[in-house]
């Protein structure tokens, strides 16, 4: 079965720091994708990155960048110089399809709170 | 202006009174799902749909219908709400890319409490 670990519930950082959340993912296919998502406070959940499984090049996007490692099924998040506006709280998502696109399955995960502290 | 939409946004109810949470979208997606959200549980999901009369089931289905008649509409049916259904609710929509799902478009959130 598919699953999404993010151990990390909470963290807590000072301004301009940088943080690192960690993904970790199982699953019986080869092709798959990946996401992250934000939710800040205010409850709305926004999109930040999709990633196949065929992909492991790392991205980088302003302050984010994400480092995806097929050997260790880790998918993991970075932000650079954090600030007050990233507080939230992110989701890694899993998404599988089988039977011919007959089975499209979303897995989240528990998410990580993050904490920006001015 | 590309949306889904949610309604009602919040809603208290009592214990096995049937209740519908409609969702809409109107970016012409064929994927659409539901996804509870609970402290500590993240987002699971609930019943998704590949296309009009296509549906399946998520992680979490029991106690929840869904139906895909139309392909904008996708609403959540508690035929006899129970108070663990208390919880927030997402819908959520992304087109179909190299057969998997592409970025998923969240609502606003659905908000119930369940007596």
């Known amino acids: 079965a598919q699953k999404v670990t993010q151990a990390q519930t909470e963290i807590s950082v000072v301004e301009k720091e940088d943080v690192t959340l960690d993904c970790v993912y199982e699953t019986r296919d080869t092709t798959y994708y990946l996401f992250w998502y934000k939710q800040p406070p205010s409850g709305e959940l926004v999109f930040l990155i999709r990633r196949n499984s065929f992909d492991e090049q790392n991205e980088i996007s302003g302050r984010y960048s994400w480092n995806f490692q097929k050997s260790t099924s880790s998918f993991n998040f970075t932000i650079t110089a954090s600030q007050v506006v990233d507080s939230a709280v992110y989701f890694c998502?899993?998404?599988?399809?089988?039977?011919?696109?007959?089975?499209?399955?979303?897995?989240f995960g528990t998410g990580t709170k993050l904490q920006v502290i001015p | 202006e590309a949306q889904v939409t949610q309604n009602p946004r919040y809603l208290i109810t009592v214990t096995g009174k049937k209740l519908t949470v409609t969702c809409s979208q109107n970016m012409n997606h064929e994927y659409m799902s539901w996804y509870r959200q609970d402290p500590g549980l993240g987002l699971r999901q609930i019943y998704y749909?590949?296309?009009?009369?296509?549906?399946d089931k998520g992680d979490v289905p029991e106690g929840y219908k869904v139906s895909r008649k139309e392909k904008r509409n996708f609403p959540l049916i508690l035929e006899s709400p129970s108070p663990n259904q208390t919880s927030l609710y997402f819908c959520?929509?992304?087109?179909?890319?190299?057969?998997?799902?592409?970025?998923?478009?969240f609502g606003p959130g659905t908000r119930l409490t369940v007596l």
């Open positions: 959520a929509s992304s087109k179909i890319r190299d057969g998997y799902t592409d970025t998923q478009y």
């Open positions: 998502a899993l998404s599988e399809a089988r039977n011919s696109g007959g089975y499209q399955k979303v897995t």
């Open positions: 749909s590949m296309n009009v009369e296509v549906t």
